[in-house]
T-cell receptor, first 116, second 114 residues
């Protein structure tokens, strides 16, 4: 069965600190897709990144970076120089080949609180 | 503007009442989804539809029903059989048939029981 674990329930940092959100996944598929979403207080999930299992290159987008390691089944997300606007719940998700990759399995989320 | 709209933003249900949550998209996406979010539980899939007039149960379909008569619309009915309906409900859509495609989400509906 597929599983996504986000062990950190809540993280609190002070503005300008770097913070890493962990995501560990379990799957028997050889082809799969991983996602990160951000849920601000307004409630709507905002897509951040998609990564396929064949591409282990790390990715950087502004203050955001992602570290994908198949050897440890992890897809961690780092925010550099955090800002108050980064305060949100962040979800990691994994595609499910049983539905033809049409559905996602979500972790329970990590709430990030950035204080001034 | 292209996007996903959900209405109402807040919905109140009385005991024994059926209520319907609306989800509309103008992204020309084939697949649509309904999720339920409870505090500390993440998102759980209720129903999804990959094409008009077809839908599949997700992990927690009991007490819910859906229809997909139009590509743009995927309403969710919370029936009286759902004994604990208080939650945040999110609708999503994506292009079907392409494994790498992303799900995009609407703003959500918060359902409360009176």
């Amino acid at each position: 069965a597929q599983k996504v674990t986000q062990a950190q329930t809540e993280i609190s940092v002070v503005e300008k600190e770097d913070v890493t959100l962990d995501c560990v996944y379990e799957t028997r598929d050889t082809t799969y897709y991983l996602f990160w979403y951000k849920q601000p207080p307004s409630g709507e999930l905002v897509f951040l990144i998609r990564r396929n299992s064949f591409d282990e290159q790390n990715e950087i987008s502004g203050r955001y970076s992602w570290n994908f390691q198949k050897s440890t089944s992890s897809f961690n997300f780092t925010i550099t120089a955090s800002q108050v606007v980064d305060s949100a719940v962040y979800f990691c998700a994994l595609s499910d080949s049983n539905s033809g990759y049409s559905t996602l399995t979500f972790g329970k989320g990590t709430m990030l609180l950035v204080s001034p | 503007d292209g996007g996903i709209t959900q209405s109402p933003k807040y919905l109140f249900r009385k005991e024994g009442q059926n209520v319907t949550l609306s989800c509309e998209q103008n992204l020309n996406h084939d697949a649509m989804y309904w999720y339920r979010q409870d505090p500390g539980q993440g998102l759980r899939l209720i129903y999804y539809s990959q094409i008009v007039n077809d839908f599949q149960k997700g992990d927690i379909a009991e007490g819910y029903s859906v229809s997909r008569e139009k590509k743009e619309s995927f309403p969710l009915t919370v029936t009286s059989a759902q004994k604990n309906p208080t939650a945040f409900y999110l609708c999503a859509s994506r292009t079907s048939g392409v494994a790498r495609e992303t799900q995009y989400f609407g703003p959500g509906t918060r359902l409360l029981v009176l």
